[in-house]
């Protein structure tokens, strides 16, 4: 039996968050922590290990795809024109360095917020990725033949739009859960702003590189031309 299990407390509050929601209506407050808590102690030890490798796995697949196209960026973007071994170690240490030591001297509570806040970032982060990618790939200027057909283009504008909507509903609960309000919240709402308005440019710019002649002759945006 693990010994976290021994504390009533911690176990029967990671129960309440999946075991009391018979219906399925109530909100509950799940995450990580609970989650692997409320395995291990139900269903044993070798049900928390698994869920372990199973996030483990995920971290490592979107770390390593994160940490590999920055490397390419720094590579192109800086010139750095460092031997493999030294490129790898350099951008590592960059990411490890910070993670381990926030992870050592912090509580398992804490971690877990900080997940949440950093999914909340990294889901604000996404259009700044997507977009462009959709609008550059739809240039025949830049991809030539292999730029997308009309197929490839709605449903990578469909997808997208339900990503980036799913991910922002999740943003705007992680932001109502924290509670803010004065000039915190007047911040938020200022940048709230200014990041629909930065879409809505990369919007504009991506009907342009898709060949929107109104938007291709305006001076106002940069086209892929």
């Given at each position: 039996k693990?010994?976290?299990?021994?504390?009533?407390?911690?176990?029967?509050?990671?129960?309440?968050?999946?075991?009391?929601?018979?219906?399925?209506?109530?909100i509950?407050d799940a995450?990580?922590?609970?989650?692997?808590?409320?395995?291990?102690?139900?269903f044993?030890?070798?049900a928390m290990?698994?869920?372990?490798?199973?996030?483990?796995?995920?971290?490592q697949?979107?770390?390593?795809?994160?940490t590999?196209?920055?490397?390419?960026?720094?590579e192109?973007f800086?010139n750095?024109?460092?031997?493999?071994?030294?490129?790898?170690l350099?951008t590592?240490?960059?990411?490890?360095?910070?993670?381990?030591?926030?992870?050592l001297?912090?509580?398992?509570?804490?971690?877990?917020?900080?997940?949440?806040?950093l999914?909340?970032?990294?889901?604000?982060?996404?259009?700044?990725?997507?977009?462009?990618?959709?609008?550059?790939?739809?240039?025949?200027?830049?991809?030539?033949?292999?730029?997308?057909?009309?197929?490839?283009?709605?449903?990578?504008?469909?997808?997208?739009i339900?990503?980036?909507?799913?991910?922002?509903?999740?943003?705007?609960n992680?932001?109502?859960?924290?509670?803010?309000?004065?000039g915190?919240?007047?911040?938020?709402?200022?940048?709230?702003i200014?990041y629909l308005?930065?879409?809505?440019?990369?919007?504009?710019?991506?009907?342009?590189?898709m060949?929107?002649k109104?938007?291709?002759?305006?001076?106002?945006?940069?086209?892929?031309?």
């Open positions: 693990l010994q976290v299990c021994q504390n009533k407390s911690i176990y029967e509050d990671a129960k309440h968050s999946f075991v009391d929601n018979q219906n399925g209506t109530a509950i995450d990580l922590y609970k989650s692997g808590l409320f395995l291990g102690c139900t044993g030890v070798a290990y698994i869920w372990g490798v199973g996030i483990l796995a995920a971290g697949s979107s770390t390593m795809t994160g590999y196209a920055g490397q390419f960026s720094m192109g800086l750095l024109q460092w031997p493999r071994w030294r490129r790898v350099f590592r240490l960059i990411a490890i360095v910070p993670t381990f030591c926030l992870a001297f912090s509580k398992m509570e804490d971690l877990t917020n900080m997940n949440d806040i999914n909340a970032v990294m889901s604000l982060q996404l259009p700044f990725a997507a977009i462009p990618t959709i609008a550059f790939t739809s240039c025949s200027a830049i991809m030539g033949e292999f730029v997308n057909g009309i197929g490839n283009k709605i449903v990578s504008i469909l997808l997208t339900v990503v980036i909507a799913v991910n922002l509903y999740f943003v705007i992680q932001v109502e859960a924290l509670n803010i309000e004065g915190v919240l007047a911040v938020v709402c200022i940048f709230a200014l308005l930065f879409n809505l440019y990369l919007v504009i710019h991506m009907a342009a590189c060949g929107n109104t938007l291709m002759n305006s001076r106002n945006f940069f086209v892929c031309i």
